[in-house]
């Protein structure tokens, strides 16, 4: 069975430096990795996916994330945090072939500190 | 787009009532999924449909709970009779179809209270 793992229940980075939400994975052969963001009383929202190709994924609102094979990791980075990136964020993962369910995290939630 | 719609927003109803919730995906997508979220279990998926027709409904808790899809613009998912332990977010989400890629958009959420 297709997990995800996303270690850390809350990050705080003072705004202005660089930002990085964890999320590692298990799945069966190759994944697909997403990551969405949920701000207070909305929907989640699509940041950026990995399908293949170039380890480094960029997404929305400058973040980017880093497949890494080997580690089965897929860690959210952003160079400069903004105090409006504080929200809750969602690690997604699916395997590959046929139809299979997306797997979410249980959610970090990101502290942007003035 | 005015993206997934959902409604009610708030719900607050008595134990043993009967409940409705209500998701009208965006135009043009073909797969519908509804997820409840809470504190203690984090995002759940329940159901979700594919061209209108059920394709996995394991993450359904229970009878109690329903889901149909009559036509491609709208979905409900029911509960009867309520419990206090269903109080949850509920969404909604739609993607263009069941392939690999394919994001899901999701809707703002039904809040649901059952007192």
């Known amino acids: 069975a297709q997990s995800v793992a996303q270690p850390e229940d809350q990050v705080n980075v003072a705004e202005g430096n660089p930002l990085t939400v964890k999320c590692t994975y298990s799945v069966s052969g190759n994944p697909y990795l997403f990551w969405y963001v949920q701000y207070p009383n909305r929907g989640l929202q699509f940041l950026l996916k990995?399908?293949?190709?170039?380890?480094l994924v960029k997404g929305s609102y400058g973040f980017e994330a880093e497949f890494n094979k080997s580690q089965t990791s897929f860690h959210l980075k952003k160079p400069s945090a903004l105090v409006s990136d504080s929200a809750l964020y969602f690690c997604a993962v699916r395997g590959i072939g046929g139809y299979q369910k997306v797997t979410f995290g249980t959610g970090t939630k990101l502290q942007v500190i003035p | 787009d005015a993206g997934v719609i959902q409604s009610p927003r708030h719900e607050v109803t008595e134990m043993g009532q009967e409940v409705t919730l209500r998701c009208k995906p965006i135009?043009?997508?073909?797969?519908l999924f509804w997820y409840r979220q809470t504190m203690m279990r984090g995002l759940e998926l329940l159901i979700y449909?594919?061209?209108?027709?059920?394709?996995?409904d394991s993450g359904m808790p229970e009878d109690r709970f329903s889901a149909k899809m009559p036509n491609a613009s709208f979905s409900t998912l029911k509960i009867q009779p309520s419990e206090p332990r269903d109080s949850a977010v509920y969404f909604c989400?739609?993607?263009?179809?069941?392939?690999?890629?394919?994001?899901?958009?999701f809707g703002p959420g039904t809040r649901l209270l059952v007192l």
């Open positions: 449909f594919n061209n209108n027709v059920p394709i996995d």
């Open positions: 989400a739609s993607s263009l179809g069941l392939g690999e890629v394919e994001t899901q958009y």
């Open positions: 990995y399908i293949t190709g170039d380890n």
């Open positions: 135009s043009g997508h073909n797969s």
